[in-house]
């Protein structure tokens, strides 16, 4: 599977836009782990820090969800790897978790994120609440902070998967 990266048209509209950055981060995290063993993808390369690339798409599928579940709609399905005992649970990772799992959940957030935003214009409040804040958030923040946290970890994702196996790029 090879990930197609495009950036959005140079024309494109506020909404075309800010979907087509969210989307071409979302595409580069996917980038970023392709061609890796789940060992491999579950390494923690960079110590002392734990982030490991699985984790990685296991912790943006639980900020998606976070976003364009909880706050944006108003449903709280609760987290998918975090507890109680383990809030961080998507980043501590076992021989169990695979590639598969993790990507297919992702992708699932991902998918229900798109059918959720589909229903609001950028300038619309959201229904539900963030641990952040009390006050509700337009679909533009939410779109811009997604970009922000995709961008962020994409960033980690690189010096992750550099030292997993020498890969760069940009």
């Known amino acids: 599977m090879t ?7 140079l024309n494109a ?3 075309a836009m800010l979907e087509g950055w969210l989307d071409y981060h979302r595409r580069t995290l996917a980038w ?8 491999q993808l579950r390494t923690a390369s960079v110590p002392p820090s734990e982030l490991s690339l699985m984790g990685l798409v296991r912790h943006m599928a639980e900020v998606e969800r976070g976003w364009f579940r909880k706050v944006l709609v108003g449903d709280d399905p609760g987290p998918i790897y975090g507890t109680q ?7 501590h990772l076992t021989e169990v978790d ?7 959940t992702w ?7 798109r059918r959720n935003t589909a229903g ?4 619309d409040l959201s229904r539900g609440k963030s641990r952040f804040s009390d006050e509700p958030f337009s679909l533009r923040w939410i779109y811009t902070h997604m970009i922000e946290e995709y ?3 994409n960033g980690h994702a690189d010096l992750i998967r550099e030292r997993v196996d020498g890969a760069t790029g940009y």
């Open 3 to 9: 990930t197609d990266r495009r950036e959005p048209a």
């Open 13 to 15: 509209g506020e909404r």
């Open 32 to 39: 970023k782990c392709e061609g890796l063993t789940d060992e």
């Open 85 to 91: 005992e383990d809030p961080d649970g998507e980043f």
């Open 98 to 104: 695979t590639w598969q799992e993790a990507h297919t």
């Open 107 to 113: 992708q699932e957030e991902i998918e229900i994120a």
């Open 120 to 123: 609001f214009g950028l300038d």
């Open 151 to 153: 961008a962020r970890h």
